[in-house]
């Protein structure tokens, strides 16, 4: 853990002292770029695209502190997949905050959302590749479930639906804020069930034995 502090500082580091270069070898002007508030004509502007950024990495900085929490139970493989999971979280609170899928889909010259489709494939990639049963809990895959719901009904909405329709912004948008929502709700409970603070949580695999069990020892209703 220590080495994960000195990494994120030293990280900030090098971000202050490239913005510092920049001012210096140009203007404050220039470097006002970066340093600009997010302001607009309204009161809250760019409010949604703020919480959804902050769930999505609010998500992705739970799953790395279970990575960096030091407990010997957390297998190399569950490891792996909270790594995954961040990196995937963060990635979309990046788009979502620098419109990166809509740069890339004008500069391939496609609909953006069809970069959007390719982030969701990656992400079953990652799910197939790294996650086991064994840890994840039954509330945090109800919770990834239906934030997949939203995150379906967001994408339906930008590439089905007309751009002019009534409420089709909005449903888009908080589609968006509800599929993040609902990812930081997962990172959360699995974050304490990893950590030991949901004593009664059931996995996955526990469920499953459980279901196989009962239906094994079911007795059989046999007519005479």
Do not use: C
């Not at 502007?45 to 999505?56: I, K, P, R, W």
């Not at 639906?161 to 930081?184: C, G, P, Y």
């Amino acid at each position: 853990m220590r080495y994960v502090n000195w990494a994120f500082f030293a990280v900030l580091v090098v971000y202050s002292g490239v913005l510092l270069v920049v001012e210096a070898n140009t203007s404050q002007d220039f470097v006002r770029h970066y340093f600009s508030d997010i302001e607009g004509p309204r009161p809250f502007f760019a409010v949604n695209t703020t919480l959804s950024t902050f769930l999505l990495t609010g998500a992705a900085m739970l799953l790395v502190f279970v990575v960096f929490s030091g407990k010997d139970d957390i297998s190399s493989r569950a490891k792996w997949f909270f790594s995954s999971q961040a990196l995937i979280l963060s990635f979309l609170a990046f788009d979502d905050r620098f419109q990166l899928h809509e740069a890339l889909a004008y500069r391939i010259g496609i609909a953006d959302h069809f970069v959007m489709a390719s982030w969701a494939v990656a992400e079953v990639g990652l799910v197939i590749a790294f996650a086991k049963l064994a840890d994840i809990t039954i509330r945090a895959a109800i919770l990834v479930a239906l934030g997949g719901v939203f995150f379906a009904i967001m994408m339906v909405f930008d590439a089905v639906v007309a751009h002019d329709m009534t409420m089709r912004l909005s449903i888009e948008d908080l589609a968006k804020s509800w599929a993040a929502a609902l990812f930081f709700a997962a990172s959360w409970h699995l974050a304490r069930f990893h950590l030991g603070l949901e004593v009664h949580a059931r996995s996955l695999a526990t469920w499953l034995a459980e279901y196989r069990n009962r239906s094994i020892n079911k007795p059989l209703n046999v007519k005479r």
